[in-house]
């Protein structure tokens, strides 16, 4: 980063979660660019990024964490960012977790440098969003509705910009499954506020085939022959993944509430994949999934209504291929990594 060029803006990219141990995967083609969130495209548009590694954690950051509940790896990920920002002009983040110590510090005049911050929904506690939106040198948001409910004394330094899928990515592997299409089953693989439970009671009455990835913790009550339980084991690409999207019919996103941003990830591949989706209805996502015909509604946890649209897929294969084609046509003209990035570099370069 210290032999960038001056008109280059300099970055040094965080998250709490941390995304380092997933760069080479992405180098190597094995990991999508989405979750970066234009870090690894910045470079294209006169940003030069570097992607921190996070400390790793001690056996008591490690008790704590797990026996108590208690996260403290905030303070020496504040050290690191303030050791490691020294070369850049700018630390960018896709969360703002893990900064409210950095944030603290900058509000208080002791930390100098510019942070840009993208907020995915509004906190429950007022202090903590009062610091993320008070320290923060520009914020971005991704869904109109989060935007909506900035307030209104941080607006002028608030943008919306729209996000999407890594295109890249999924051209790699589309149409090159090594199985033989099936093109029939339906195909869950998020894992964030997710509704297992509705869905797989209208699985279970429709008798259709799935392929469901749960998390480790979740144990179903009854899964009939139909349904294939898959668990998300060690370091998971998604590449591992692309042949199964290929040969789905159709993405299923049932989320646990629809009062926040949920489910846009999985979204975005079920369009990038050029297959259609059924999803918990959700005013957080930007475009009216059944007005742009990419994929239909569900009801909040109703099982009648996610059987009739699971029904109504499954019985008009030619209507689901036709909702795909034009979610992949929207992601390729509106909701993609690349027209982010471009706008996300012209805001950061503005400041």
Same mark, same amino acid.
């Given at each position: 980063?210290? %032999?960038?060029?001056? *008109? &280059? *803006? &300099? #970055?040094?990219?965080?998250?709490?979660?941390? +995304?380092?141990?997933?760069?080479?995967?992405?180098?190597?083609?094995?990991?999508?660019?989405? @979750?970066?969130?234009?870090?690894?495209?910045?470079?294209?548009?006169?940003?030069?990024? !570097? /992607?921190?590694?996070?400390?790793?954690?001690?056996?008591? !950051?490690? $008790?704590?964490?797990?026996?108590?509940? @208690?996260? /403290?790896? $905030?303070?020496?990920?504040?050290? *690191?960012? #303030? &050791?490691? *920002?020294?070369?850049?002009? #700018?630390?960018?983040?896709?969360?703002? %977790?893990?900064?409210? $110590?950095?944030?603290?510090? +900058?509000?208080?005049? /002791?930390?100098?440098?510019? /942070?840009?911050v993208i907020v995915h929904n509004n906190r429950r506690n007022f202090i903590l969003q009062e610091i993320y939106l008070r320290g923060t040198d520009k914020i971005i948001c991704i869904s109109k509705a989060t935007f909506q409910h900035i307030p209104e004394k941080f607006k002028s330094k608030t943008s919306y910009l729209e996000w999407g899928p890594d295109l890249d990515f999924y051209k790699q592997k589309k149409n090159s499954s090594t199985q033989q299409s099936v093109h029939n089953y339906f195909i869950s693989t998020g894992k964030a506020d997710r509704d297992f439970e509705t869905l797989l009671r209208a699985l279970n009455n429709t008798n259709l085939p799935a392929i469901l990835y749960l998390p480790k913790d979740y144990s179903p009550t009854e899964i009939k022959p139909n349904i294939q339980i898959k668990n998300y084991k060690g370091l998971f690409f998604p590449i591992d993944l692309l042949d199964e999207y290929s040969n789905a019919l159709a993405f299923v996103i049932p989320t646990n509430n629809n009062t926040k941003l949920l489910g846009l990830t999985s979204l975005f591949e079920a369009m990038a994949m050029k297959k259609p989706v059924i999803m918990t209805y959700n005013k957080y996502i930007d475009f009216d999934i059944e007005k742009e015909n990419v994929g239909l509604w569900a009801n909040l946890k109703d099982v009648d209504d996610w059987i009739k649209k699971l029904k109504y897929l499954h019985e008009n294969p030619e209507e689901a291929k036709k909702m795909g084609d034009k979610g992949y046509a929207l992601c390729s003209n509106r909701y993609n990594l690349n027209l982010f990035s471009q706008k996300l570099a012209a805001v950061i370069k503005s400041l």
């Open positions: 980063m210290g %032999s960038a060029n001056k *008109s &280059r *803006s &300099r #970055i040094l990219f965080y998250q709490s979660n941390d +995304k380092f141990k997933y760069l080479q995967a992405y180098k190597e083609g094995k990991y999508f660019g989405q @979750t970066f969130y234009g870090a690894t495209h910045l470079s294209k548009y006169g940003c030069d990024v !570097e /992607i921190m590694q996070n400390p790793e954690p001690s056996r008591l !950051e490690n $008790f704590l964490k797990t026996k108590l509940k @208690t996260d /403290i790896s $905030f303070f020496k990920h504040t050290h *690191s960012l #303030i &050791r490691n *920002s020294k070369k850049a002009d #700018i630390i960018y983040a896709p969360y703002p %977790s893990g900064l409210a $110590f950095l944030l603290c510090l +900058k509000l208080l005049g /002791i930390f100098k440098k510019k /942070i840009v």
